[in-house]
């Protein structure tokens, strides 16, 4: 049975940090192309950031680009993002999951940037 459970989320100031994990079980992480989603109020689910199955490539949103970072441990089933310089339009419910084929979806972990 697939898991995704992701974790980090909090309330934060604008121009602070966090890090996001995700556990992923029940699958072979490391054959999956992987990524970080956001959905804020209102708003569709988008892909913010991805990695590629060994974690040489990545590739970002325009918005999220040069302040988030991805990265993933496939010895230990785990993805992080490091959000750097957050901003209020940062606030959302974030999720790990497969990149083109999902899983079903995690419980997420909301991020709030405000002041």
């Known amino acids: 049975q697939v898991q995704l459970v992701e974790s980090g989320g909090g309330l934060v100031q604008p121009g602070g940090s966090l890090r996001l994990s995700c556990a992923a079980s029940?699958?072979?992480?490391?054959?999956?192309?992987m990524g970080w989603y956001r959905q804020a109020p209102g708003k569709e689910r988008e892909l913010v950031a991805s990695?590629?199955?060994?974690?040489?490539?990545?590739n970002y949103a325009g918005s999220v680009k040069g302040r988030f970072t991805i990265s993933r441990d496939n010895a230990k089933n785990t993805m992080d993002l490091q959000m750097n310089n957050l901003k209020s339009e940062d606030t959302a419910v974030y999720y790990c999951n497969a990149v083109v084929a999902t899983f079903s979806w995690g419980q997420g972990t909301q991020v709030t940037v405000s002041s």
């Open positions: 029940g699958f072979t992480f490391s054959s999956y192309v």
């Open positions: 990695i590629t199955s060994a974690g040489r490539r990545t």
